[in-house]
């Protein structure tokens, strides 16, 4: 499966700290995104960063992605207790299949 | 995202009841998808549309049916539902795009159905 796995699973901070999360996935990509779940809600957009990009910032997010080891990380920085939430790492293939991968997510609860 | 509508919001049924879930859209998208998210499974995609012609099934296409009825209406259909199908169910949409890159996805804000 292309699925991508988040690493850790769940991640517990104090505010105002820094959230790394990490997403690994196994074929070529075009793409890789990244959103963001409140808890039982809709997923939310953050960010996009193609294959030929390494680094993209938006605000207090910052995503890498090596695509030599089929990587990618979210740096989160000064997080707030508005950002607990689930994070989940998308990927869109170079070739083959005509839709995203969701990876399982990334749990961050950041304690006021 | 108020834009990307489903209903409705919560539904309990038993087993071998036909259901029945409906996504609209004012984002004038194209594309539209059908979810369904397990706990500890991530988002696994049902049924996805490229336009009102264009169906395709997803990865877990079996027992789920859709029909595209306009370009801003997606409905899933459980033609015979059973326990294992309960999950939480999203609709996304997105922009036309050329060649491969696929742009981000507009998710509703999800239906929580239960099937006894």
């Known amino acids: 499966s292309q699925q991508g796995e988040e690493d850790p699973q769940a991640l517990s901070i104090q505010e105002g700290e820094n959230a790394t999360m990490n997403c690994s996935y196994k074929?070529?990509?075009?793409?890789l995104q990244w959103y963001r779940q409140n808890s039982g809600r809709g997923l939310v957009h953050l960010i996009l960063i193609r294959s030929n990009e390494r680094e993209k910032h938006s605000g207090r997010l910052r995503v890498t992605l090596d695509t030599s080891k089929k990587s990618s990380s979210l740096l989160i920085t000064a997080s707030r207790a508005a950002d607990t939430a689930s994070y989940f790492c998308a990927t869109a293939l170079e070739t083959g299949a005509n839709n995203l991968f969701f990876g399982t997510g990334t749990r961050l609860t950041v304690i006021p | 995202d108020a834009d990307v509508t489903q209903t409705p919001r919560n539904r309990i049924t038993k087993t071998g009841k036909r259901i029945m879930l409906e996504c609209s859209q004012t984002?004038?998208?194209?594309?539209m998808y059908w979810y369904r998210q397990d706990p500890g499974l991530g988002l696994r995609l049902i049924y996805y549309s490229f336009d009102v012609k264009d169906i395709n099934k997803g990865e877990i296409s079996d027992g789920y049916s859709v029909s595209r009825q306009a370009q801003a209406k997606f409905s899933l259909s459980l033609e015979s539902a059973i326990p294992n199908q309960t999950a939480l169910y999203f609709c996304?949409?997105?922009?036309?795009?050329?060649?491969?890159?696929?742009?981000?996805?507009?998710f509703g804000p999800g239906t929580r159905l239960t099937v006894l």
């Open positions: 984002k004038g998208h194209d594309r």
């Open positions: 996304a949409t997105s922009d036309r795009t050329s060649g491969r890159s696929w742009n981000e996805q507009f």
């Open positions: 074929t070529s990509i075009n793409n």
